[in-house]
């Protein structure tokens, strides 16, 4: 049994911790704003700073928004590195630049703690099946002690590389399934507004060349109309601009990524930011004056 730091209890982050316990390891647990009933009520201890999470776990998952957010936990008044010893692992589970990432990794090992980036995708469901797909950068040594725990939360594991490979790998991830949403919201669209049956169109497709995962769970958000979010739309936003942002900075082109970013933006402006990333069809939607449902 490890004693397992669990930072950021979100949408993402509760399911997580939950398998953690589930798998009989002593959990501590941080997260700004008010803790879900179901932390303690499964055995965490709930922490008052980051700082009190490191001092009494020897590894620690963060698991936040966004880049400013997890240089805040790891090294802001409270965070993780004031509670830190020699021997300790960081785990960001966070989605965030890879070119940050390098640097939180470097400060990290320089205090005697080894660090790893393993952000996931699977969202909501993945998190709550223990079935997420989890992207690692880091020393082999330390993805192998680390292993059995990623085993609790996610099928598919790969240590990609050094530090921030997993970062860059989550980018790449981001950019494949925006552009695959935003295909099937246009798929979709233009079969309702041509008047098939969207829903039947959507399962004709599940049969051949075309059929995803995307056009099976995100697909049938669109028919259904359900936009609750598994994966905000901001957070999307939030991938695609590390995307293009690190495309810039490289000399890379990426003008799908682009048009993709720019159709949630659209969303945002109608006050999308927090619907379901489904919802780019709703864009598109507007575009043509046309609701998948009509």
Not at 145 to 159: A, C, D, H, R, S
Not at 169 to 180: D, S
Not at 203 to 210: I, K, R, Y
Not at 218 to 242: A, S, W
């Amino acid at each position: 049994m490890a004693k397992i730091g669990f930072i950021g209890l979100g949408i993402m982050g509760t399911p997580m911790a939950i398998n953690l316990i589930k798998g009989g390891h002593e959990l501590y647990t941080y997260t700004r704003g008010t803790t879900p009933d179901s932390i303690p009520e499964a055995g965490a201890t709930v922490c008052a700073n980051a700082t009190e999470v490191a001092q009494k776990a020897d590894i620690i998952i963060t698991m936040v928004p966004d880049t400013p957010h997890v240089e805040d936990v790891l090294f802001g008044e409270n965070g993780v590195a004031a509670g830190l010893s020699a021997g300790k692992i960081v785990v960001d589970m966070s989605s965030i630049s890879p070119v940050a990432t390098k640097e939180f990794a470097k400060r990290i090992t320089e205090l005697g703690a080894e660090y790893l980036d393993a952000p996931v995708s699977g969202g909501e469901v993945g998190a709550k099946a223990a079935s997420l797909t989890i992207m690692v950068g880091g020393k082999q040594a330390t993805f192998d002690q680390v292993k059995p725990l990623f085993e609790l939360m996610g099928k598919n594991i790969t240590l990609v590389g050094g530090y921030g490979d997993g970062q860059i790998t989550k980018v790449a991830n981001q950019i494949i399934v925006a552009l695959n949403i935003e295909a099937v919201g246009e798929a979709l669209l233009l079969a309702a507004k041509a008047g098939a049956d969207p829903a039947k169109v959507r399962e004709a497709l599940m049969g051949g060349f075309a059929n995803s995962r995307v056009l099976e769970v995100h697909g049938e958000r669109m028919v259904k109309r359900t936009f609750d979010p598994g994966f905000r739309i901001e957070l999307h936003q939030k991938d695609l601009n590390l995307a293009l942002t690190t495309a810039r900075q490289l000399g890379v082109a990426l003008p799908n990524t682009a048009s993709a970013q720019e159709l949630f933006n659209t969303c945002s402006a109608h006050g999308g930011g927090a619907w379901d990333h489904s919802a780019i069809v709703r864009a598109l939607e507007i575009m043509a004056n046309y609701e998948i449902g009509q």
